[in-house]
């Protein structure tokens, strides 16, 4: 059974920081992996999708990593900004290439 | 392009009661997915339709739960009776349905209180 964790669970870092949030997952076996942002109260937003055979994908300050045998990712992002403050998930999907199997979260902080 | 949208954003109802949830995919897309966030949880998945077929329900935590994709557009999820271990936040997601594992798409939420 796939399971995913998120290390830190909270982070608070002052604006303009650069910052490393991590995700490991116990089976290697995956098609992707999937960071999303969530913000209080609203939806999932997909942030990035790196596939199973990229090392890393890359969207404005925002960079993941893939590293499948050794069972983790890392989201990595450059000049925080406050608007970058919200909680961040990253999700599997399962041997099917279904359904996601979901971190903890991180909760980012960005003070100004 | 319209994203996936559910209604309604929040419901609040008393233990005993009956609820349905509705979910809109995004157009075209045949896989959708259910998931709940029960408060301190993670996100969890409940079910997956390929266009109108149950997939995989194997998420679905008893028979209190029903979920229908009628002509395999629009979903519903009928809690019914509604009991205080369901409230939480639950989502719709879609993706294209193949090739396998990609990238979902997820709506706003509903955010279910059970009193």
């Known amino acids: 059974k796939q399971e995913v964790t998120q290390i830190p669970a909270a982070l608070s870092v002052p604006e303009g920081e650069n910052l490393v949030l991590n995700c490991s997952f116990t089976?290697?076996?995956?098609?992707?992996l999937q960071w999303f942002r969530q913000d209080p109260g609203k939806g999932l937003t997909s942030l990035l999708l790196?596939?199973?055979?990229?090392r890393e994908q890359t969207s404005g300050r925002l960079n993941a990593s893939l590293d499948k045998s050794s069972g983790r990712s890392t989201l990595y992002i450059a000049a925080s900004q406050p608007g970058d403050s919200a909680t961040y998930l990253c999700?599997?999907?399962?041997?099917?290439?279904?359904?996601?199997?979901f971190g903890g979260g991180t909760r980012l902080m960005v003070k100004p | 392009e319209a994203g996936v949208t559910q209604f309604p954003s929040h419901s609040v109802i008393e233990k005993g009661q009956t609820v349905t949830l509705r979910c809109d995919p995004i157009?075209?897309?045949?896989?959708l997915y259910w998931y709940r966030r029960v408060m301190g949880k993670e996100i969890k998945f409940l079910l997956h339709?390929?266009?109108?077929?149950?997939?995989?329900e194997s998420g679905m935590p008893n028979n209190r739960f029903l979920a229908e994709r009628t002509g395999g557009t629009y979903s519903t999820l009928k809690v019914q009776p509604a009991e205080l271990e369901d409230s939480g936040v639950y989502f719709c997601?879609?993706?294209?349905?193949?090739?396998?594992?990609?990238?979902?798409?997820f709506g706003p939420g509903t955010r279910l209180t059970v009193l």
């Open positions: 997601a879609s993706s294209v349905r193949v090739p396998l594992g990609n990238e979902q798409f």
């Open positions: 089976d290697s076996a995956i098609y992707n």
């Open positions: 790196i596939q199973s055979s990229q």
């Open positions: 999700a599997v999907p399962g041997n099917a290439g279904n359904m996601l199997t």
């Open positions: 157009s075209g897309h045949d896989n």
């Open positions: 339709f390929v266009k109108e077929s149950k997939q995989d």
